[in-house]
């Protein structure tokens, strides 16, 4: 018994040293994690202000733009309001300074029609006048982008002015759209990898995604979820760019986080899977030596035993040619019966045991009847049914008498050689329950299972082995089941032994 509370010592301090050890793993790990975290989330702030200075600053662009066009607007209906005044001025009128706005416009296109639609005049423009003498077609198209300017000479006569955008302003407007395209490419494939998520301002429409697969993004179940959870983590960030409509940009931690943050409960099952793994390995190979030691020990007990048990059957023989008394010499061939049955008892352990249809009522009787005269008078037994009574299951004859046995010699030694034993016998359906009851000392509740351990025992003397034995007789040769049914200290213990009813 001491070994066992021994190991139970052991075990417990290694589990605590494990659990120490994990303990310690998990909270450095957790601290590293948090950490990579915070610097993540740290990244993702970054990237997200980075959104809204960037925003202001093509907002901002967007303006001065605008600006440009408002100005350029005013400064062709300056030149408009020149050439009308050439027009209509006299030989005595300075012309000087309205030659100089006109030959000032050096960047506008313009067009001067008159109201048929002929081509009076060009600035700026890169086709040729002889060419193209009326306003239409290509020319029109291009041209009408703008409201023409219209003035009035010498009654009712009208002038056309048409105009388009400078060629620094087109240019700077093809800037602009890169500006819008590149800052939206930006926000999708962001440098902090956020899975991103851009809709228009009813949120049901996706204008741009990006850090999610695109497969999964064809689901509209999928996508209606994502941006519910993007929306619970951070608030989504709009932004309103140079006339494109108000647009939403959803984003939501990092994948490289996300496995930050369950990387601790991965590694504690993992930890939890290894050990688990290493223990049933270690009980497995601790069962298996078991095996082969009680394997090694049986047969070698058996040999052993093979030659005093052939010199005692002949001593038997000469005893009864010599004429000793036919009652003492009936006793000594029992025992001698008795010993070649627990020879072969020990030479069957590690080997297949054979097993066949046996009235399981009458092996316990007469195993019981070989076991009174060798026990106490103070004992007393009690089985039922009776020997009348028949129930036929699959046994190892002589394993299974060892069993009861076992259980026997147990019972009498937990009632210091006094008191009851009982055995019953109930036959159900598909197995037989066989229930050995005594009226001893009984088994605190915490030590049911640990009865059956190798060594374990509550004598002075003895080695421990015959419930570890009755055990594997009846689990592993039989395929049933023993166990303690109950016990109370100071009233006795049952021991229960389930038989199936067919050979598995």
Do not use: C
Not at 283 to 307: C, D, I, Y
Not at 368 to 397: C, D, H, Q, W
């Amino acid at each position: 018994m001491d070994i066992y509370l021994r190991k139970k010592r052991w075990k417990l301090t290694l589990l605590a040293g494990a659990i120490i050890i994990v303990a310690a793993s998990l909270w450095y790990t957790n601290i590293l994690v948090r950490h990579i975290r915070e610097d993540e989330r740290r990244s993702v702030r970054m990237w997200a202000d980075a959104i809204h200075r960037k925003a202001d600053l093509v907002n901002f662009t967007n303006r001065l733009f605008e600006e440009i066009k408002t100005e350029e607007r005013v400064r062709v209906q300056t030149y408009a309001e020149a050439h009308r005044m050439l027009i209509t001025a006299t030989s005595n009128d300075d012309l000087t300074f309205l030659t100089k706005i006109i030959s000032e416009n050096t960047t506008i296109p313009v067009i001067l029609t008159d109201e048929k639609g002929n081509i009076v005049m060009t600035r700026n423009v890169t086709f040729n006048l002889d060419t193209v003498p009326r306003f239409e077609g290509k020319i029109k198209t291009e041209f009408s982008a703008y409201p023409p300017i219209v003035q009035r000479y010498y009654g009712n006569n009208m002038i056309f002015l048409y105009y388009k955008d400078s060629n620094i302003f087109t240019e700077l407007k093809v800037v602009l759209d890169d500006l819008i395209r590149f800052f939206f490419d930006e926000v999708v494939f962001n440098s902090a990898s956020v899975p991103v998520i851009i809709t228009d301002s009813t949120r049901t429409h996706v204008m741009d995604f990006g850090n999610i697969p695109p497969k999964k993004m064809k689901d509209p179940v999928f996508v209606r979820k994502t941006l519910a959870s993007m929306e619970a983590q951070n608030n989504p960030i709009s932004v309103n760019i140079a006339g494109t409509g108000t647009r939403l940009i959803f984003y939501k931690d990092s994948f490289l986080l996300t496995q930050l943050q369950y990387y601790p409960v991965v590694q504690f099952a993992v930890i939890g899977v290894f050990f688990l793994i290493a223990y049933l390995l270690f009980s497995f190979a601790r069962r298996s030596e078991q095996n082969q030691v009680w394997v090694g020990m049986a047969k070698e007990t058996a040999h052993q035993l093979g030659t005093p048990l052939s010199s005692m059957v002949a001593w038997v023989e000469l005893l009864k040619l010599k004429g000793l008394d036919e009652e003492t010499v009936k006793e000594i061939e029992k025992d001698v019966h008795r010993l070649e049955t627990v020879t072969d008892r020990f030479s069957k352990i590690g080997s297949i045991a054979r097993l066949e249809q046996a009235d399981i009522v009458t092996v316990i009787h007469n195993t019981v009847n070989y076991m009174k005269p060798r026990t106490s008078a103070k004992v007393l037994f009690e089985v039922t049914p009776g020997e009348e009574s028949k129930i036929f299951v699959p046994i190892n004859l002589h394993l299974f008498e060892w069993v009861i046995e076992n259980l026997i010699k147990n019972a009498v030694d937990a009632m210091d050689g006094s008191g009851k034993i009982t055995i019953s016998i109930t036959n159900e359906e598909n197995r037989v329950n066989i229930d050995v009851s005594d009226t001893g000392k009984g088994i605190a509740r915490r030590r049911f299972k640990t009865i059956f351990n190798p060594g374990f025992t509550s004598k002075t003397r003895g080695w421990g082995l015959g419930l570890t034995l009755s055990r594997r007789i009846v689990n592993d040769y039989h395929k049933g089941h023993i166990f303690v049914k109950n016990s109370v200290l100071g009233e006795g213990t049952t021991f229960r032994i389930i038989l199936k009813k067919k050979k598995k």
